[in-house]
């Protein structure tokens, strides 16, 4: 069974452009988060979705980042403009859990962003 | 606020040693937690998930407990090996308002040496 899969693995940018991360999660399961992860911190989430709708964006800075999930399968993460400061990892994972519930959670390898 | 500590924060061994782990959280009021590793670069794999019915999991050398009343943790490595070399994370659900969330340790980095 195919894992999280995450693209691309590294990204280097100029601050103020633009970039996006991909993510497709395992068959089947319904909910999938967002995370980002800066060095040596636990990851921090940014947006859960339970099919296509998002559940909890409260932690999303949405003057510069925006996600989607419109067949409840796939997901796309954009930052534009991008910052100095959104140089970290971008997780993605994903579960398969009742509404509202949080279970075990899969994680794909991670985008690693630049921003110069 | 419900808060997560991982002791210790980095642990040095040699090679064939038992080892503990520990995460607490301050509120136990958890129902779940699940130990996860990360090698450098990459990205968090789970280890194992004790339930809310369930007091402990084991797979392979690993064995993990829960204490709901005191609202800790651990993770017990058996035989230790270079390959165990990795950061340990644990991590447990809350509600935060009308959100279930995840909160996170910061991590224990375990170096197991030859």
């Known amino acids: 069974e195919a894992g999280v899969v995450q693209s691309p693995r590294y990204k280097i940018i100029e601050k103020k452009q633009p970039v996006a991360f991909w993510c497709n999660p395992i068959s089947g399961h319904n909910t999938l988060y967002w995370y980002l992860q800066n060095l040596g911190q636990g990851p921090e989430l940014l947006i859960r979705?339970?099919?296509?709708?998002?559940?909890?964006d409260s932690q999303l800075p949405k003057d510069r980042f925006s996600a989607e999930r419109l067949k409840g399968v796939d997901s796309t993460l954009k930052i534009q403009p991008a910052e100095l400061g959104d140089s970290a990892v971008y997780l993605c994972?994903?579960?398969?859990?009742?509404?509202?519930?949080?279970?075990?959670?899969?994680f794909g390898e991670g985008s690693r962003l630049t921003v110069l | 606020k419900q808060e997560v500590t991982q002791i210790p924060a980095a642990l040095s061994v040699p090679e064939g040693e038992n080892l503990v782990l520990n995460c607490s959280f301050t509120d136990s009021a958890i129902y779940n937690l699940q130990w996860f590793r990360q090698d450098p670069g990459k990205g968090l794999t789970s280890l194992l998930l004790i339930q809310s019915s369930q007091r402990e999991q084991t797979s392979g050398r690993l064995n993990a407990s829960l204490d709901k009343s005191s609202g800790r943790s651990t993770l017990y490595i058996a035989a230790s090996q270079p390959g165990d070399s990795a950061t340990y994370l644990c991590a447990g659900p809350y509600n935060a308002g009308n959100n279930r969330k995840l909160i996170w340790g910061l991590g224990t980095s375990l170096a197991v040496n030859p």
């Open positions: 979705y339970e099919n296509e709708e998002a559940v909890d």
């Open positions: 994972a994903s579960s398969l859990v009742a509404s509202g519930s949080i279970g075990e959670l899969f």
